[in-house]
């Protein structure tokens, strides 16, 4: 009865958890919507959109709404690639922009960007066999009689350093004077459009899905690999799918957002305390709480310095770091790494 009494606490407490997680979206849109000299109330919004032409209306869906809905976008794939990343290498620390993912996704973008811009609505698919080179080079270099923790995050951020190195190298060796190169390595997405929303929609999206739908596996990628065989899991097969998944997510985001550090530390790290860690309410969970950090990030980023910016990176390289600290001494106990 006590189990059962639990049990739906549990649920009740997670219901919460999404409610209040989804209102927090929702008013962080609309405090980004108004953030800069033009402000535009609910009334007017929905007149300028629905019934006639306003001008005001006009230069906010145009300049804001694309930038809204790429950080929402690029959150939500960030934080679920560091839910799907740290139930296959078994890592609670597993973040695409620690390890390296994140780094190799970026450098082969601003390859394109710079030496092949006519390949521009192609640089999603190059910055995915950038995340794939780094991921298999993590899991390569790591693997030794099993993948160790511990090992994981110290192989990735080798990676994550070359990768990250080669980049800012490129950068400078262009003058960092191509926008579009610029953009990624610094992680601006100030000067997005609807263009590039219509390319990252699609990819994460798809990629959003594939994550839900691959819930259960996650779930037994947590246990150990001969408790998972047992269970008729093929754990090798099953880790390169949800991995490959967990880099889509990362590349595309990192093609259109840049290297963000930490939002798929941070996010699954305060999802797992509010919902649990079945992956089946934790993705979707980490998906909309990504969401919102990162929309909060650039948001801030806009304000603080008015009128210049902070990269939302940085600020949440500022916030990421003292988390990561906690999590490795936390893990000692937790995960004996």
């Not at 809905?69 to 922009?97: E, H, Y």
């Not at 839900?212 to 779930?219: A, E, G, N, S």
């Not at 797992?272 to 860690?277: D, H, K, P, Q």
Request: glycine share 10%; proline share 3%; hydrophobic share 55%.
């Amino acid at each position: 009865m006590d189990t059962e009494k639990e049990t739906g606490q549990k649920q009740r407490n997670a219901g919460l958890s999404f409610l209040v997680v989804i209102l927090l979206l929702l008013g962080m849109i609309y405090i980004a919507i108004n953030t800069g000299s033009l402000n535009v109330s609910m009334g007017e919004l929905y007149r300028g959109l629905f019934v006639e032409y306003d001008q005001n209306v006009a230069t906010v869906w145009d300049l804001r709404f694309p930038r809204i809905i790429i950080a929402s976008l690029g959150g939500a794939a960030l934080s679920v690639s560091g839910v799907l990343f740290q139930a296959c290498m078994k890592n609670p620390i597993a973040d695409p922009g620690i390890i390296g993912v994140s780094s190799g996704a970026s450098f082969v973008a601003v390859l394109i960007a710079g030496l092949f811009p006519s390949l521009y609505f192609f640089t999603p698919l190059m910055a995915f066999a950038g995340g794939v080179i780094a991921c298999g080079l993590v899991y390569l270099l790591a693997f030794k009689n099993g993948l160790n923790p511990l090992r994981v995050i110290l192989v990735g951020v080798a990676v994550n350093a070359v990768f990250s190195g080669l980049t800012q190298a490129f950068n400078s060796m262009t003058g960092g004077n191509l926008s579009g190169v610029a953009s990624i390595a610094n992680a601006n997405i100030s000067q997005k459009t609807w263009d590039d929303v219509y390319i990252i929609t699609g990819y994460v999206v798809l990629g959003l899905v594939l994550a839900w739908i691959l819930f259960y596996k996650c779930d037994l990628l947590s246990l150990s690999d001969q408790t998972a065989r047992s269970l008729g899991i093929n754990v090798t097969t099953t880790r390169i799918a949800v991995s490959l998944v967990a880099v889509v997510l990362a590349a595309i985001s990192t093609a259109e957002v840049g290297v963000v550090s930490f939002i798929g530390l941070i996010v699954p790290h305060i999802a797992r305390i509010l919902v649990g860690s079945g992956h089946k309410r934790l993705i979707p969970f980490s998906a909309l709480g990504g969401a919102f950090l990162l929309l909060l990030a650039d948001t801030m980023g806009r304000t603080i310095a008015a009128p210049y910016e902070i990269s939302a990176s940085i600020l949440l390289s500022i916030v990421g770091g003292p988390m990561l600290i906690i999590l490795i001494r936390r893990s000692d106990k937790t995960y004996g790494v």
